[in-house]
């Protein structure tokens, strides 16, 4: 019913910047609860940012926190993943995730009430 696909993955030097965006195709967009998340291979696969319906609440973990932002703009339906200081670490493929039924339009979702997820788009950090 939900269908999203990422863009704007490629090959970047270490230290620079990159944008990520997430088109979904829901029409209740802006009740959606989204998520971005990486994986790279053999790894596990794990939550890079999160934001609530209502935009006013985000999470990182540690590894990105203050490199990354995620944000969205409802009226176009999309999220974005803004990413600065890219490391090599952060090679993987990156995916968005839509949570359709959050629990509170103030309140980030944890990772198994994800509903939909995009095809993934490759980000590749060189040193």
């Known amino acids: 019913q939900v269908q999203l696909v990422e863009s704007g993955g490629g090959l970047v030097q270490a230290g620079g910047s990159l944008r990520l965006s997430c088109a979904a195709s829901?029409?209740?967009?802006?009740?959606?609860?989204m998520g971005w998340f990486r994986q790279a291979p053999g790894k596990e696969r794990d939550i890079v940012a999160a934001?609530?319906?209502?935009?006013?609440?985000?999470y990182y973990p540690d590894s990105v926190q203050g490199r990354f932002t995620i944000s969205r703009d409802n009226a176009k339906n999309t999220v974005y993943l803004q990413m600065s200081s890219l490391k090599p670490e952060d090679t993987a493929n990156y995916y968005c995730?839509?949570?359709?039924?959050?629990?509170?339009?103030?309140?980030?979702?944890?990772?198994?009430?994800?509903?939909?997820w995009g095809q993934g788009t490759q980000v590749t950090v060189s040193s």
């Open positions: 995730a839509a949570d359709v039924d959050p629990y509170s339009d103030y309140d980030v979702s944890p990772l198994y009430e994800y509903d939909y």
């Open positions: 829901g029409r209740t967009f802006a009740s959606y609860a």
């Open positions: 934001i609530s319906s209502s935009g006013g609440i985000t």
